[in-house]
C-alpha cells in the first residue's frame, strides 16, 4: 500500500502569515478592518483625553494638528510597518513594480499634481503660524506614507498574490481606500460631506495606483498622497473637505474645480486598466509583463 508523506506546515503557511500570505480581497478587507479599528479607538482616546484641543479648529496650534491628526498616524505607521517586516514584505512593496506600464498611465500623476502645485501658489502660507504650516506639512507626508503603505502597498500585493487581474487590483483597492473615508461619519461629519469624499476618494485612489504603475516606486506615490493632503487642508481648514471654488483665490478657485478632474479622472482611466502580473514557479512575482 502506498503511503503519502504530508509536509508539516512551515512558519509561512500558520498564523497571520499565513493568513496574510494567501492574499485575496477578504482577507485584506479583514486586515483594514482590524487596523481601523485599532486607529480609530486610539484616535477617540486622544480626543477624550486632550480636552479642547479636540474640538478646537484643526489648525488653531500645533496641539490640534497632533492630536487631531498626527498622533494616530504615528500609531497607524507603527503598526503597518511592524507587520510589514514581520512578513518581510518590505523588499516586494518598495522595491520596483513587477509589471510594466503603459504610456498613458502618466496621466495619473500629472492629474494629482496639478491642484498640488496650485494649492502651493495659492496658499496664503503666512496666515498659519511656522510651527503649525510644518507639523501640517509633515503630517500630510505621514499620510501619505501610511495609507499608501495600506491601500498601494498591501492591498495591491494581497489582490495580486489571489490571482486577480490588474484591473480589479486598481478598482478594489480603490473601493477599500474609499470606504475606509465613510468612517468619518462616526466623528459627526454629516452625510453630505462624506458621501462626496468617498466618491473623490475612489477616483483619487484609482490614479493613486496609476501613479504606483507609472512611477514604478511606492514611494513616489507616497510622496504625491503625501503633498494632496497638507495643500487641502491648509487650504480649505479641515481634514477631508473638499474645496470646491468660490474663494476670492483664482488658483485655489481652479484647485477646487481640479478635484473634479480628479474625480472623473480616475474612473474614466479606470476602464483602460489591463494586465496582470505573472507568476513564476513558486507563485512570486516573474519578469515584468507589458499592460
Known amino acids: 500500500m502506498l503511503m503519502t508523506v504530508t509536509a508539516p506546515p512551515t512558519r509561512d503557511d500558520r498564523g497571520l502569515r499565513g493568513f496574510m500570505n494567501r492574499g485575496g480581497a477578504w482577507r485584506f478587507l479583514a486586515f483594514m478592518v482590524g487596523y481601523l479599528v485599532i486607529y480609530l479607538g486610539f484616535g477617540q482616546l486622544m480626543l477624550r483625553i486632550s ?48 509589471i510594466y506600464r503603459s504610456w498613458w498611465m502618466w496621466l495619473g500623476p500629472v492629474i494629482v499634481a496639478t491642484p498640488i502645485l496650485l494649492r502651493i501658489f495659492g496658499i496664503d502660507w503666512g496666515k498659519n503660524p511656522v510651527p503649525v504650516v510644518i507639523l501640517a506639512l509633515a503630517t500630510g507626508l505621514l499620510i501619505g506614507f501610511v495609507e ?40 459627526g461629519q454629516s452625510i453630505k460631506t462624506v458621501g462626496p469624499t468617498v466618491i473623490y476618494t475612489f477616483g483619487f485612489g484609482v490614479l493613486m495606483y496609476l501613479s504606483l504603475r507609472s512611477i514604478s516606486f ?31 483665490n483664482a488658483l485655489l478657485n481652479a484647485a477646487g474645480l481640479a478635484t473634479f478632474v480628479v474625480t472623473f479622472g480616475g474612473i474614466v482611466l479606470l476602464a483602460f ?10 507563485g512570486q512575482p516573474g519578469t515584468p509583463a507589458t499592460a
Open 51 to 98: 480636552g479642547n484641543l479636540a474640538s478646537d479648529p484643526l489648525l488653531d496650534s500645533v496641539g490640534t494638528v497632533f492630536v487631531q491628526l498626527t498622533a494616530g498616524l504615528i500609531l497607524g505607521a507603527v503598526i503597518l510597518v511592524s507587520v510589514m517586516l514581520y512578513l518581510g514584505w518590505a523588499p516586494e512593496l518598495f522595491g520596483r513594480q513587477p
Open 148 to 187: 499608501e503603505l495600506l491601500y498601494r502597498g498591501f492591498a495591491v500585493k494581497m489582490l495580486r498574490d489571489a490571482g486577480h487581474g490588474e484591473w480589479v487590483v486598481a478598482a478594489l483597492s480603490s473601493l477599500f481606500f474609499a470606504l475606509s473615508h465613510s468612517v468619518n461619519l462616526f466623528s
Open 218 to 248: 511606492l514611494v513616489g506615490a507616497m510622496i504625491l498622497h503625501g503633498l494632496t493632503d497638507p495643500t487641502t487642508f491648509l487650504a480649505s481648514g479641515g481634514i477631508d473637505v473638499l474645496t470646491e471654488g468660490g474663494s476670492s
Open 273 to 282: 486598466v489591463r494586465g496582470r502580473v505573472p507568476k513564476d514557479d513558486e
